[in-house]
């Protein structure tokens, strides 16, 4: 599966093909402060960075960047970072995450990269389903850029439906524990639209 493409996904010398969906799942703050590995490794390849999420997982995340040597502040006056949360939809979502793709694109960016926490059932997000069918989508729009899209997922507290729909059936590739796997449970767009809808 990982071909002369692939990317260093910055967890454990684990290494993913350009354009890949990876659900990370953690458990505690250690895991959590791994996965932003992610972002610091496009700090060293010169490669945009996008922090996507609610508030308070977009704070921890750049907290834990500021403590890692990162100069945040620079970094998006410069325009190599963005920060993002939801739109009103998980259409207008994923429009806002493209027109920030799109822009690091057209500026130069020889890669994206997206650490992402979602704000299911949290005030002003889309509902779970609309949050799901978003997350569907974003496999096929991660394939028409040079990016890496890694989304965490928090175990001790999301309920088994968004694990079970939200993260394994939308994301072709998982990192549990200690490595990148291929994901067996997950559904094609077409095939994972019509079980949410039959939700």
Partial sequence: MIDAEAVELGIRGERVPVGSHVAYMWENQEEFLEAIG??????RSKDHLVVFG??????????????????????????????????????????????????????GAPM??????????RDA?????????????????AASFPCLVVCMYDVR??????????AFQTHPLTFC????????????LNEFLERVDAL
């Fill in 157 to 166: 507290s999301l309920p088994a439906d968004v694990l079970l729909h939200g």
């Fill in 125 to 141: 997000w889309p509902d779970t389903k609309e949050l799901m069918r978003f997350e569907a989508r974003v496999t096929e729009a």
């Fill in 177 to 188: 524990g200690n490595l990148v796997r291929e994901n067996p449970f997950h559904c094609s």
């Fill in 54 to 107: 609610h508030d308070e997982a977009n704070a921890r995340v750049l907290d834990a960047l500021v403590e890692g040597g990162a100069d945040v502040e620079r970094l998006r006056e410069e325009r190599r970072l963005d920060v993002l949360g939801p739109g009103s939809s998980g259409e207008e979502t994923l429009a806002g995450i493209g027109r920030s793709f799109e822009a690091a694109v057209e500026g």
């Fill in 38 to 43: 992610v972002l610091e490794a496009g700090l």
């Fill in 112 to 121: 994206i990269r997206l650490l992402g926490n979602i704000g299911w059932g």
